[in-house]
């Protein structure tokens, strides 16, 4: 039979004109050599295109498309730089892409039999796993003996978060959820039952995927030179963001002197309370001592005098890559630092500047509020409202429709109108054993006996394995039916919380810290109604049908965007408002608290303002949390006390500007 042989690939058949198309710092990384490298790409400096770009200078220069690897962290940027690539390269690239986990499901299938499973499991999606656990929960004797326990959901964010971190799950639970180290041997045995149940059936979740590709090249040298020989150029995205399990698989198969690219920011790692591990980016030249380090600096995004405010601000981080930001755009104008005098002022004022930023050509769309914390929109929002400006909320539904926020407001609404039944079903949800069912029972009992809390009706009712949190509920509406504390909506709403509201948002949310803060925030707002009713008819007016409408109708068409800092990272606007630029709020005083805090925070800093390419205004009140007749006065935020004072103007607000 005769034979054809294929000559070896010695280049492609299309060309680019580098110099033509990139930087010289771009041009630098796309042509690098082999071995290590770290590139720290600055905010808004075309990584993307250096990234791409590399990726087909590879391939024209005669690596065969499937020795490369390229990863990302969501399925939008793979797609995206999958697409550059190809649209680079004519169509001719190849190269393995995606996110770790879709990497990890392909590995894992390939050798499941090495680690115990067959090579048709099943991937559990969130809802899934979180069945499974909950299946396992109530087995278990947490339910028996009606303890306190995470629901399903919390419980796998706290022993994801221990996997993606290499934290023993013990250590994990006593510093973010101590609320639970009463039950902490339950729980590792209702963990290790969930993990025996998988295997059992054949079943993977999220996590399985980069744990087994973990075991994969660190315990089976034969899988790991596979995959070294298979994939000879490696390119890692936001290497800032990666967890310790990430950045041990990639670094693996690469070997000391391999061909491991990665390209990120460090002045822009801010996921540390998601898992990622600041070390991998800042510690890669300890790692691989050959390495060469590029930097990316110039910026494509912002004016000048915005890059000038960036760059003074980070440079009092001590642990980076010191880097200064170039811009590309000619002179703009200054960022500015505003002073309001109370809260209200401040969300008048971002409001009517969003209108005259409008009415000077802006769109609404154009315009994007940030805040460290969800609460710090409140005011805000309802400001918003008043004056029919659609806005959008990136960072989750608005204030008060959130579901802790529409829970406290049941509960006060119940003792405004004992015979609310949508209040009173949605309350009695929020305990043990109390279903749909159940709740509609118990309703009906309370509405024949005139909401008798203690008739023999009302208990027959309640199942014997919510009599418990029966009786909770009803010495909470008793203690919130005395005459002094219906005077005051803000006690009422402190006593909701202190009386068990609290550790039901520590077993149901994994951000229960920040779910408090704002029943703490809304407490201090109800500080100005004198009492229940004019409290709750500001509730209903903050979601009129016309605010709705406003809202709904910007979703698809232009809106004002309203969104906290991590959200918007990766984003970008034509005008930023960050508000609430007080000390304990940026920098938040918990954060700061932890090692690191404070200098992740200034990154946070750092990420808001480099999301403005126009105009930046650094907002903050004066006086707030109206604790007393003269208020809390605050702080201006320590970043900006150390900014270079020629780097901004000072503005403050007057009435007289209205």
Request: proline content about 4%; some cysteine; aromatic content about 8%.
């Amino acid at each position: 039979m005769k034979e054809y042989h294929l000559r070896p690939q010695t280049g492609a058949l299309f060309r680019i004109d580098y110099e033509k198309e990139l930087n010289p710092r771009q041009l630098e990384v796309v042509t690098a050599g082999d071995g290590p490298l770290l590139v720290i790409a600055g905010a808004g400096s075309g990584k993307t295109r250096a990234v791409t770009y590399r990726v087909a200078r590879l391939i024209e220069s005669g690596v065969p498309p499937a020795q490369v690897l390229l990863l990302t962290f969501t399925n939008k940027a793979a797609r995206e730089m999958l697409r550059r690539v190809e649209a680079l390269t004519g169509g001719e690239a190849r190269v393995t892409g995606g996110t770790f986990h879709h990497v990890g499901n392909l590995v894992i299938r390939r050798h499941a039999e090495i680690l115990g499973y067959r090579p048709n499991f099943t991937i559990l999606d969130r809802e899934d796993a979180r069945d499974l656990l909950h299946d396992v929960l109530g087995r278990s004797r947490l339910v028996a003996e009606c303890k306190t326990a995470p629901k399903p959901d919390v419980l796998l964010e706290i022993w994801s978060y221990s996997v993606n971190t290499g934290r023993p799950f013990e250590k994990v639970l006593a510093e973010r959820h101590a609320v639970f180290a009463d039950v902490e041997g339950e729980l590792v045995r209702c963990l290790n039952e969930y993990r025996h149940r998988k295997r059992e059936l054949n079943l993977l979740d999220f996590d399985d995927l980069l744990t087994g590709w973990r075991e994969l090249v660190a315990r089976h040298p034969e899988v790991r030179e596979a995959q070294h020989e298979r994939w000879r150029h490696i390119l890692v995205d936001e290497y800032q963001d990666t967890n310790l399990l990430q950045a041990e698989i990639v670094e693996r198969i690469a070997g000391e002197n391999g061909n491991l690219m990665v390209v990120g920011d460090d002045a822009q790692s801010i996921y540390s309370f998601r898992g990622a591990n600041f070390g991998n980016i800042i510690d890669f030249p300890k790692r691989f001592p050959s390495c060469r380090v590029f930097k990316l600096e110039t910026n494509y995004r912002s004016v000048p005098e915005v890059l000038a405010l960036a760059n003074s601000s980070i440079a009092n981080n001590r642990r980076q890559f010191p880097k200064t930001l170039h811009a590309s755009r000619a002179p703009g104008v200054r960022p500015e630092i505003v002073t309001c005098g109370e809260v209200e002022d401040q969300a008048r004022f971002v409001a009517q500047r969003a209108l005259e930023l409008r009415d000077e050509g802006m769109d609404f769309r154009d315009v994007a509020v940030l805040y460290r914390a969800h609460w710090h929109s409140m005011e805000l929002q309802m400001e918003l409202t008043r004056l029919g400006i659609p806005f959008v909320v990136r960072s989750g539904l608005r204030f008060f429709e959130q579901a802790h926020v529409k829970d406290v407001a049941a509960v006060l609404r119940i003792m405004d109108n004992p015979l609310d039944e949508i209040s009173w079903k949605r309350v009695l949800r929020l305990y043990p054993r109390i279903g749909a069912a159940t709740a509609e029972r118990i309703w009906e009992a309370l509405r024949d006996s005139g909401t008798a809390f203690r008739s023999d009706a009302v208990l027959r009712a309640v199942p014997s394995g919510a009599r418990r949190g029966w009786g909770e509920l009803v010495a909470l509406l008793e203690k919130l039916g005395a005459e002094a504390m219906r005077k005051s909506p803000s006690e009422m709403i402190r006593a909701v919380v202190d009386g068990g509201y609290e550790n039901y948002l520590a077993a149901t949310y994994t951000n229960f810290h920040a779910r408090i803060d704002d029943l703490r925030r809304l407490a201090d707002f109800a500080l100005r109604y004198e009492g229940l009713d004019a409290f709750l008819s500001e509730l209903a007016l903050s979601n009129t049908v016309a605010g709705r409408e406003a809202v709904e109708e910007g979703e698809e068409g232009d809106a004002l965007v309203l969104s906290t800092i991590h959200q918007a990272k990766g984003l970008e606007w034509r005008a930023v408002f960050l508000i609430w630029a007080c000390e304990g709020k940026i920098p938040d005083a918990r954060a700061v608290k932890e090692e690191g805090g404070e200098e992740e925070e200034r990154r946070l800093f750092y990420v808001a303002v480099t999301r403005a390419k126009d105009q930046l205004y650094l907002v903050r009140p004066i006086v707030a949390d109206e604790r007393n007749l003269f208020g809390v006065i605050q702080r201006p935020s320590r970043f900006l006390e150390e900014l270079d004072r020629a780097t901004f103007e000072e503005t403050r607000v007057g009435y007289g500007s209205y």
